[in-house]
């Protein structure tokens, strides 16, 4: 079983900065592509980013490229979102996603998911 314990959301305000954290087990860390999604009230669940395992080779969705930052921290098993120059609409609730191997999650195949964690950005 995998598991992804997310942590960091909150309230920011617009142009303001968080940072989120996903923490998992050695053994996801080092063979699954890990990722962030997001979903806003009334929205469907979109992908924002990921990182694979294997060359930390990144991807990011267009909304947030030049603003995010993905990263993985192999000592503490846990992979990173930084959030900067936030907008009111980056508000929804973010959820960690991983996929077994150097497999991409932008078209919205994930094997596991996170609890999710609400980030909200007020004006």
């Known amino acids: 079983q995998v598991q992804l314990v997310e942590s960091g959301g909150g309230l920011a305000q617009a142009g303001g900065s968080l940072r989120l954290s996903c923490a998992t087990s050695e053994r996801t860390f080092r063979s699954y592509t890990i990722g962030w999604f997001r979903q806003a009230p009334g929205l469907e669940r979109e992908f924002v980013a990921q990182i694979y395992w294997n060359n930390d080779n990144t991807y990011y969705a267009t909304s947030v490229k030049g603003r995010f930052t993905i990263s993985r921290n192999n000592a503490k098993n846990t992979v990173y979102l930084q959030m900067n120059s936030l907008e009111p609409e980056d508000t929804a609730v973010y959820y960690c996603?991983?996929?077994?191997?150097?497999?991409?999650?932008?078209?919205?195949?994930?094997?596991?998911w996170g609890q999710g964690t609400q980030v909200t950005v007020s004006s």
């Open positions: 996603a991983a996929r077994l191997g150097v497999a991409s999650m932008t078209g919205g195949s994930v094997d596991y």
